[in-house]
């Protein structure tokens, strides 16, 4: 367990100081010159343009991270319902897991 979590350290420590900066994609960098090019409306506002970027590129980031705090949390309210379920009936995970004949489980 004490490897996992130097391990996990390592791994974590690494990824962010190997990080650099970077530009926007192409798309995006024209997509934000063009609009400023386009004509002085509020609407066109290159710096409402950039920030709407901004914002699209945290939603498609934060989404998958949410959907797996939500799967996890759920795998781990069910294991602490089962354990607490194994435990009113008497027995520990590992009797379940070991039982030879799950036949003769009640």
């Given at each position: ?7 996990a ?5 690494l ?5 650099q ?25 290159p ?8 914002y ?8 998958p ?24 009936r ?13 036949a003769?489980a009640p």
């Open positions: 367990m004490r490897w996992f979590l130097l391990l350290l390592l791994v974590v420590v990824c962010l100081t190997a990080t900066p970077v530009s926007a994609c192409p798309a995006c960098r024209e997509a934000v010159a063009a609009s400023s090019d386009s004509g002085d409306t509020d609407d066109d506002d710096a409402n343009s950039a920030a709407a970027y901004n699209s590129i945290y939603l498609m980031v934060g989404v991270y949410l959907l797996l705090t939500v799967v996890v949390f759920g795998v781990y309210r069910g294991l602490k319902k089962n354990a607490e379920y194994l435990r009113t008497g027995k520990s995970a590992a009797d379940v897991l070991l039982s030879t004949n799950p003769s």
